[in-house]
C-alpha cells in the first residue's frame, strides 16, 4: 500500500508561480509512473500531468503544457510539479497519484491517491 502526502499548495497570484511536492511511502516508488490530477469546484477530477518510473518520459495536458514541469527523484520517493504563469482557471485541488501512467491519461483513474492540496490563483 502506498501512502502520498502533497505539500505547497496556497494562494497566489495570476501570472505567478508554485511548486507542489509529493512524498511516498509504503512501497517500492521507483515501480511506480506518477502523476498529477486537480479538481476544481463542481467539476471533475482531470489530469494534469504524469511522468514514468525512471523519469525518461513525461506527459502533460494540453491546458498545462509550457507552463507546469513534472520531475521526480526516486532516491527521496518524492515527486514535484512546479507551475508558473498561473491562471485563475488553475484553481483546484491537486491531487498526486502513483499507478500506471497509460491508466492515468486514458482513463482519468489511478492505484493510489493522496488527500489533496488547495491552490488558488487570484485573478
Known amino acids: 500500500q502506498v501512502q502520498l502526502v502533497e505539500s505547497g499548495g496556497g494562494l497566489v497570484q495570476a501570472g505567478g508561480s508554485l511548486r507542489l511536492s509529493c512524498a511516498a511511502s509504503g512501497g517500492t516508488f521507483s515501480s511506480y509512473a506518477m502523476g498529477w490530477f486537480r479538481q476544481a469546484p463542481g467539476k471533475e477530477r482531470d489530469f494534469v500531468a504524469a511522468?514514468?518510473?525512471?523519469?525518461?518520459?513525461?506527459y502533460y495536458a494540453d491546458s498545462v503544457k509550457g507552463r507546469f514541469t513534472i520531475s521526480r527523484d526516486n532516491a527521496r520517493n518524492t515527486v514535484s510539479l512546479q507551475m508558473t504563469s498561473l491562471k485563475p482557471e488553475d484553481t483546484a485541488v491537486y491531487y498526486c497519484?502513483?499507478?500506471?501512467?497509460?491508466?492515468?491519461?486514458?482513463?482519468?483513474?489511478?492505484?493510489?491517491w493522496g488527500q489533496g492540496t488547495q491552490v488558488t490563483v487570484s485573478s
Open positions: 497519484t502513483a499507478g500506471s501512467a497509460r491508466k492515468m491519461i486514458y482513463t482519468s483513474s489511478s492505484d493510489y
Open positions: 511522468i514514468s518510473w525512471n523519469g525518461g518520459n513525461t
